[in-house]
Nanobody, 122 residues
Framework: QVQVQESGGGMVQPGGSLRLTCAASGSISSIKYMSWYRQAPGKQRELVARAASGGSTNYADFVKGRFTISRDNAKNTVYLQMNSLKPEDTAAYYC????????????????WGQGTQVTVSS
């Protein structure tokens, strides 16, 4: 019904930048929130940033001033621009969408992507 696909991960040196993209598709009426989470080995998944359909955004303290989340509502796509990357940013990054779908009936649906790996290392 709804598919979420992340892309843009990879390996980068400390201080470098990456841009993650998450696209949602399927029987979507609207998407309330699109969020990025991350999970490092042995650690719990944590919220990185969230963008609401109206334009408001929230960031975890550990990325403020370095990461920027943005949305293209027409494309059901969210981006995460990551600058000044640190080794501790190494993790699998996951996209979560909180959508209203219309198949088989109107309802709220939360869908996660499969994740994309970000590795920051010299």
């Amino acid at each position: 019904q709804v598919q979420v696909q992340e892309s843009g991960g990879g390996m980068v040196q400390p201080g470098g930048s990456l841009r993650l993209t998450c696209a949602a598709s399927g029987s979507i009426s609207s998407i309330k929130y699109m969020s990025w989470y991350r999970q490092a080995p042995g650690k719990q998944r944590e919220l990185v940033a969230r963008a609401a359909s109206g334009g408001s955004t929230n960031y975890a303290d550990f990325v403020k001033g370095r990461f920027t989340i943005s949305r293209d509502n027409a494309k059901n796509t969210v981006y995460l621009q990551m600058n000044s990357l640190k080794p501790e940013d190494t993790a699998a990054y996951y996209c979560k969408t909180e959508a209203v779908v219309y198949v088989p009936y109107y309802r709220n649906l939360e869908v996660w992507g499969q994740g994309t790996q970000v590795t920051v290392s010299s």
